[in-house]
């Protein structure tokens, strides 16, 4: 079986750290990348330093990865932030937080990752959010980000078509992570995916035939969206 290579943003914890579990029992090598190291023990586990919201971290990020192959089979752009707030308690610094990493991070990402691209072969997830297609109150940073990521995304398509790159965009609705946590308490977290939802979700996408990709997948807790 050939090596296969991947890289997931944002792997210390959460989604991220659950996705690089995963790959690693499917066979994968797997770059972790975060801004705090990830807490894996693992021979093909290797992981990496970053700031996707700086475009030299991310540079460096990708120097490290030639070290250890020419390309990625897999790319999943997953590091988000996530905040509450009314439009009128949002401060501007914590609205532009939201768009340099839930946008400009995956722009870095996709922009210095074609160098890593294996024609006809790369498979490129984004992990987006229902909040990228529908707008929720008391999250409007974090919608907008999400609104632009996907609109970054579809351009991206467009632009590589001839490379024969795949796309698929995973749209999930809330899934029960540390991240909330640090949130509220006002929210059944019995309401919620859980992780393991998520990644059998992930799993039909990754071993999708390679002639398929899944531009919007939208996938929810059976009780709808959290109110």
Not at 99 to 121: A, C, Q, R, S, Y
Not at 137 to 159: D, H, M, P, Q, T
Not at 189 to 199: A, C, G, V
């Amino acid at each position: 079986m050939r090596t296969q290579y991947a890289l997931v943003t944002g792997s210390s914890s959460g989604l991220g750290f659950e996705i690089c579990q995963y790959l690693l029992e499917e066979g994968f090598i797997v770059f972790g990348a975060s801004r705090s190291a990830t807490d894996i023990d693992h021979p093909k586990f290797i992981d990496l330093d970053v700031d996707v919201t700086n475009e030299e971290s991310v540079q460096q990020m990708y120097d490290e990865v030639g070290k250890e192959t020419y390309g990625l089979h897999l790319i999943v752009s997953n590091a988000g932030i996530f905040e509450m707030g009314s439009v009128l308690d949002t401060e501007s610094d914590m609205f532009l937080d939201h768009l340099k990493t839930n946008t400009l991070g995956p722009f870095h990402i996709l922009k210095h990752g074609h160098d890593f691209i294996i024609e006809n072969v790369t498979h490129i997830v984004h992990i987006s959010s229902i909040a990228g297609k529908k707008g929720f109150e008391n999250v409007s940073a974090y919608c907008a980000s999400k609104f632009g990521l996907n609109g970054l995304i579809e351009s991206c398509r467009e632009e590589w078509k001839g490379l024969g790159v795949r796309f698929s965009t995973l749209m999930p609705g809330a899934i029960d992570t540390p991240i909330w946590e640090n949130i509220s308490d006002d929210f059944e977290r019995s309401k919620m995916l859980d992780p393991e939802d998520f990644i059998q979700v992930f799993d039909m996408v990754v071993k999708s035939p390679p002639n398929m990709q899944f531009t919007d997948i939208t996938f929810l807790h059976k009780s709808g969206n959290l109110e």
